[in-house]
């Protein structure tokens, strides 16, 4: 027992998130690289169109999809630390093997299958993360993850990927992420363990608290019944539509950044990648402010839809100041506030919705058929842009970004003032002293 019951061990915090978001950092930025690849000069040496080069982007979202679902299933009942380690040698070996394109069907071969290595680790290290972190820690736990990942693979990526490019091209790009997914193996392998049980440097307090805890949430959950009789609630559908809608956002906005800003600017590929970071750095203090809001007010639904709306507003007025260079560019530095704000709230949301043994399948579903929008974002504005212009893709992104938002507004009413887990069994609130 816990000598000081208000007193909660939290070695878990710098034990289990660092290996987490190191590993996922380089899978973002070999998924994200080929934005700035493109506007490095890569469409130029294939011969790429503007809609084509969105192709190239999303269709790494197709492949995506493959593993979503069997990856979450396989974390919550096998081993998601060997699952990852796999899916590690997978990606690492295709971002190398970009690096040696020629052909434009090559390129979007290649993406296909980064995708479908890639595709289950995101639902797999959520396991790892469900596993460690009780429901009153978890949005805390996915802020850090979700916006460290984030901020830190965008910031770093976005001055290595200018550096790079401007010192060698956007082959050695390719080839130097590559190597680093590779080398993440002899880190993964000694750091990381899939749950409480399998550590060896965790304390008895601390274990005893994460089990009773999880195992409270599991015997409270009033849900039974298969994955098939999920797939009939419209919880689900609607928590498919919000992220659908967000991730369109999200990858529109991420992949067309680099190119918005050297259009918007007319600065060269260095300059680009610097003010790229800026975003990132605003979407820190955004990530962090509203999942630590939700957790105080046990507020799911509000700060998600606050957050889409945010976004969308922000988007609507960069492209509406598209002739004030640094009015559009605030806008959108801006928009990075609420970039990831949504996503580590959203993903507490399916553990309170369904059942623990099948929130694994319930995340891999709606990251899986949520993740098209990395298709259709960066698709439609690149589509938009060779029939119309830059800022009428802008002006689709915002509105689909509405949608989520109106969407939202529909979601279950305790999902807006859910009962603490903490009142309910008279124990105090976690802290977090590690952070």
């Known amino acids: 027992m816990l000598n000081d019951p208000h007193v909660i061990p939290n070695k878990r915090w710098v034990r289990i998130l660092p290996p987490i978001l190191l590993v996922y950092i380089v899978a973002l930025m070999d998924r994200v690289n080929i934005g700035f690849a493109i506007a490095g000069g890569m469409d130029k040496d294939l011969g790429l169109s503007t809609t084509f080069a969105g192709l190239v982007a999303g269709i790494f979202f197709i492949g995506y999809l493959l593993l979503q679902i069997p990856g979450g299933l396989i974390a919550a009942r096998g081993s998601a630390k060997k699952f990852i380690a796999y899916t590690i040698v997978g990606w690492g070996a295709t971002s190398i093997l970009m690096g040696f394109v020629e052909k434009d069907w090559q390129v979007l071969t290649l993406r296909f299958i980064l995708g479908v290595a890639e595709g289950g680790v995101f639902p797999a290290l959520l396991i790892i993360i469900s596993n460690w972190f009780p429901n009153a820690e978890r949005a805390r736990a996915n802020a850090i993850f979700i916006g460290g990942i984030v901020f830190i693979a965008n910031f770093v990526n976005g001055p290595i990927a200018g550096w790079i490019i401007g010192r060698w091209s956007w082959r050695e790009l390719f080839i130097i992420e590559g190597v680093m997914s590779l080398l993440l193996l002899f880190i993964w392998f000694p750091i990381i363990s899939n749950r409480p049980d399998d550590a060896e440097w965790i304390s008895e307090d601390e274990r005893n608290y994460i089990n009773n805890k999880i195992k409270e949430e599991q ?217």
């Not at 998600?304 to 559009?328: D, K, R, T």
């Open 219 to 435: 015997e409270a959950s009033i849900h039974t019944g298969s994955l098939m009789e999920i797939l009939k609630q419209n919880s689900l559908w609607k928590l498919v539509v919000i992220y659908f809608c967000y991730q369109t956002g999200i990858y529109g906005f991420s992949f067309w950044l680099p190119t918005m800003i050297k259009n918007l600017t007319a600065m060269g590929i260095g300059a680009v990648g610097f003010l790229s970071t800026l975003p990132y750095v605003a979407m820190l203090i955004g990530t962090y402010a509203i999942s630590s809001l939700s957790d105080k007010r046990n507020n799911r639904k509000f700060f998600i839809a606050l957050s889409l709306l945010g976004f969308a507003l922000f988007l609507i007025c960069s492209a509406q100041f598209s002739h004030y260079i640094w009015v559009s560019f605030t806008f959108l530095v801006l928009c990075g506030l609420f970039y990831e704000s949504a996503s580590s709230v959203f993903w507490t949301i399916p553990p309170v919705l369904f059942p623990h043994h099948l929130a694994g399948g319930a995340r891999g579903v709606i990251n899986a058929l949520g993740n098209l929008g990395g298709f259709v974002g960066p698709f439609m504005i690149g589509w938009m842009t060779s029939q119309y212009s830059l800022s009428t893709g802008i002006y689709c992104l915002a509105g689909i970004l509405l949608v989520g938002f109106l969407t939202t507004l529909t979601l279950p009413g305790r999902l807006t003032h859910p009962k603490s887990p903490e009142a309910a069994v008279g124990l105090p609130k976690a802290t977090n002293t590690s952070r």
